[in-house]
């Protein structure tokens, strides 16, 4: 079965925001006056809200500025993971891949945004710190008040924002990444930003070797108990209600897996060595599995690189789902300094990795039915 | 965009990258491959090497010269009879009359070589270990084969004792034995070759090795748990450490026993794209005839099992239980409809793997239990499931000496089964190394 022709979002107010009805161009671009530009913002906002973000916090805030046609992109400190995030990349990441969502969905309507950064929110993107104010504005979306052409124009990438989810599932090996899609994702890397770079992988030995550093950087980390209970309390049961955070079945585990695991992660429960082993083991045969891992890297570890990005794979993400191929986002040898500087080594660079996923298809259809995360209201995170 | 080269699917996988060349010796020296300086130092130099080597020539002082012909025939000729029952080969001759010949003819190039001035005569073949920077030089193949397996004598025989040594040491030779996994597996290759010296092997592993290996891993030492600091890109980034594929590693050491031997690699292990390939083989590289079965994937063990009976293959594999080692053959070749699993039917052992799915880890030893025998586990193996008392490792506890049981009796399995002797009437033999019982 296609990975985008099943009903896959689950009942419930914490998936209400994937069920946003496309709009057709001539919908968006009916409306006239004041009001027409606010629907419209809001519109970009509910897509934007959709990309994917680290552990699912959910991280970006947004305010919709009517007046001036804008939204602003801001970062919400408590959001932040001070155990897997310490310097906020990942938080920073997630909402270049946000910008993205708003920024690509304008272009595909016929509306051309610019994108403004606040270069002095760097030093702010910091797990919350009591006194702070939580919210760090980013950056500024704008879009011109012109009614956009209705031309007929491709929305597919918009379809595959309602769509797009990540499939943390074993791929089927066989299935190659056409040269020619492989082209179009490093031309997104370049058009991005001139600092970034793609490396695809796709022979086996490097393919092994990255699952190995995936391996090492899920190892270390799951192994410190700060970080365990900070990733348990983001691990949700399957029937959790929640509007952030992950669930068991995302990663294919039954309702008793997930317990356990939840359990296990925050102390509350046993979790045997082994297991903890066979979660680590499963994000290296998840990477072995794969039509290719692709690693961007940045020319600058900075606010601007790890914002583009952001934006650069989630356009990849986008691009991938529209042709067939699923996404899975490993953060974690990008965070642990070990495999970073190993995966430097690998690829021959001296650019710091800034984002490494994996994409393929699932080998199982049934993993590529795992239902979708949740997301908060589009009301909850505006601010 | 960077990207890495996918892999060609029909190349020659005998050409490893640490894969020792062999260059005969007389075609060495007329070529100028080989040639010595006055002061004994060898220089080797050629086509050949670049494409092996990366580099054009390599130059050998005479602390990295080890001329073994000599000790070869010296070694051989304790070991062959001359007496009656000396085994006959070609021609009504026995090995001692052959061994005798070859001597002499060896002899006299010796001399002539001296008379010319010459370090080395046109005899044998030298082993280029580039890798690790040694020149070897050894006996023809017939003479350095024969010397690997003469103190096994004519302990192996069919079953009914009918075949000469000759015939006996043909089957071994030309049976091409398929091994995936050479962790536990390499212990079994290591007793295959040791029993039977055959001329062409294949191994799959998609794993480098890891010291942890070591106390399992045959021949595994420090010489393969890092790369050279050369294959680094950046040699002052302490993480940046290049690794050693399991699947050239086995292959090196063992082709630094037999340089002569044949090894097809498959380093990115068995996968759904190659596993037809290493069956059937093509492209000049055979089918298999027995498949060794030593990996920890569990899809992988029912894929491999369901393509051998496709093919008539038998599958043996030993598991390393512990204090156990659990002897289990697939019979494919003499039943198609076969179960895949030990007194299980196929769709329970699907059921099972489907089970496993779903992060329960209970299901993960329920299928092994579905595959193996549901009694697979006993004493401190069985206290490692039910995670009771210490617990120092996370990945399965694996003993060395079992893992090194396990090879020996599968390399005299496999051996035996190649000459014909069946397999046990249950599929499954138990050896128990705590309470020294065997049960099946």
Redesign the interface.
């Known amino acids: 079965m296609p990975i985008d022709t099943i009903d896959d979002v689950p009942n419930g107010d914490a998936f209400a925001s994937w069920r946003l009805a496309a709009l057709d161009p001539d919908a968006f671009a009916a409306s006239a006056g004041t009001m027409s530009i606010e629907t419209r913002l809001h519109y970009l906002a509910s897509l934007a809200l959709l990309a994917p973000s680290t552990h699912n916090t959910v991280p970006l805030r947004l305010r919709i500025d009517s007046d001036a046609g804008a939204i602003e992109f801001a970062l919400d400190r408590c959001a932040i993971l001070p155990q897997s995030d310490a310097v906020g990349r990942q938080a920073t990441v997630s909402l270049g891949a946000a910008i993205a969502n708003a920024a690509l969905a304008a272009s595909a309507y016929g509306i051309e945004p610019s994108i403004e950064l606040r270069s002095n929110a760097e030093s702010l993107i910091r797990p919350f710190a009591e006194g702070c104010d939580p919210i760090v504005p980013v950056a500024r979306l704008s879009i011109a008040r012109d009614v956009p052409n209705a031309a007929a124009r491709k929305l597919d990438i918009v379809a595959a924002m309602l769509r797009r989810k990540m499939v943390r599932a074993e791929y089927d090996e066989r299935v190659k990444l056409d040269p020619m899609l492989a082209q179009e994702l490093a031309d997104i890397a370049r058009r991005v930003h001139r600092g970034l770079t793609l490396h695809l992988i796709t022979d086996a030995p490097t393919l092994l070797a990255l699952g190995k550093f995936q391996e090492l950087a899920d190892s270390t980390v799951i192994n410190r108990p700060a970080f365990s209970r900070e990733l348990g309390d983001w691990f949700l049961e399957n029937d959790s209600e929640s509007t952030v955070g992950m669930r068991g079945r995302e990663f294919g585990l039954s309702d008793d897996a997930a317990h356990r695991f939840r359990a296990g992660l925050t102390g509350a429960g046993p979790l045997l060595p082994d297991e903890t082993v066979a979660f680590a083991k499963a994000g290296n045969l998840g990477m072995r599995s794969s039509s290719a891992v692709a690693v961007i890297t940045a020319a600058r570890d900075d606010l601007e690189h790890r914002l583009a990005a952001g934006r650069a794979f989630e356009e990849m993400a986008l691009r991938l789902w529209v042709a067939g191929f699923a996404v899975a986002m490993h953060a974690g040898i990008t965070e642990v300094e070990a495999p970073n500087m190993a995966l430097r080594g690998r690829l021959r660079t001296f650019d710091r990795p800034t984002v490494v996923f994996r994409t393929g298809k699932p080998l199982r259809p049934l993993d590529g039915q795992r239902p979708h995360a949740s997301r908060p209201s589009l009301e909850q995170v505006l601010y | ?7 060609a699917p029909s190349q020659d996988r005998r050409a490893h990258s640490l894969r020792p060349l062999c260059l005969d010796a007389a075609t060495a020296h007329a070529c100028g491959w080989v040639r010595y300086e006055p002061d004994s130092t060898a220089v080797v130099a050629c086509e050949a090497l670049s494409h092996a080597a990366g580099r054009s020539a390599i130059t050998f002082g005479p602390d990295r010269q080890y001329p073994a012909i000599r000790a070869t025939f010296d070694d051989l000729n304790k070991a062959l009879s001359s007496l009656a029952n000396s085994p006959r080969a070609e021609g009504g001759k026995t090995l001692r009359q052959l061994y005798d010949e070859e001597v002499e003819r060896y002899e006299h190039l010796v001399a002539q070589a001296q008379a010319d001035g010459r370090v080395e005569p046109d005899y044998g073949t030298y082993v280029v270990d580039h890798a690790r920077g040694d020149l070897y030089l050894v006996a023809p193949e017939r003479w350095h084969r024969l010397a690997l397996v003469t103190s096994n004598s004519k302990l192996l025989t069919d079953p009914a004792r009918a075949l000469t040594w000759a015939e006996i040491r043909a089957r071994l030779e030309r049976a091409v034995i398929g091994f995936v996994g050479v962790s536990v597996g390499g212990n079994l290759l290591e007793g295959w070759l040791r029993e039977a010296r055959p001329r062409r092997v294949k191994v799959a592993d ?3 090795v890891e010291l942890t290996n070591l106390n399992r891993g045959e021949r595994m030492s420090l010489r393969h748990v890092v790369a050279p600091r050369s294959a ?3 040699p002052a ?7 050693v ?1 399991k699947a050239e590693y086995i292959a090196y050491e063992q082709q630094l026993v037999d340089p002569y031997l044949e090894v097809d690699v498959y ?3 068995i ?3 190659n596993i037809e390939r290493f069956f059937a083989g093509g492209d000049g590289e055979p089918p298999i005839d027995i498949l060794v079965e030593e990996m920890d ?1 569990l ?1 992988l063990k029912i894929l491999v099992r369901q393509v051998a009976r496709d093919h008539g293959v038998d599958v043996i594999m030993l598991s390393d239980f512990g204090h156990q080692a659990h002897l289990m053959w697939n019979a494919f070749s003499e039943r198609h409809d076969a179960p895949l699993g030990l007194r299980t039917d196929d769709a329970s052992l699907l059921e099972a793997l489907e089970a496993t ?5 209970a299901k993960v030893f329920q299928f092994v239990g579905a595959l193996c025998g549901a009694d697979f586990a006993s004493d401190q193996f069985a206290a490692w499931i039910a ?1 009771e008392g210490e ?1 120092p ?4 506890p694996q003993s060395g000496a079992t893992a090194m049981a396990s090879g020996a009796i599968g390399g005299k399995e496999i051996a035996l089964r190649v000459l014909g002797q069946p397999v046990p009437a249950t599929g499954r033999v138990v050896y128990d190394l705590l309470h020294r019982e065997v049960r099946t």
């Not at chain 2, 965009?1 to 892999?7: A, H, K, S």
């Not at chain 2, 980034?237 to 690794?243: L, M, T």
């Not at chain 2, 490792?393 to 399965?396: A, E, I």
């Open positions: 965009m960077t990207t890495t080269l996918p892999d998609p794993d480098w680094r890109f950046d980034n302490p993480y940046d450490v290049p690794r594929a380093k990115e292990g996968t759904r794209e994937n899809d799915k779903l992060g329960d880890r995670g617990q490792t996370g990945s399965l």
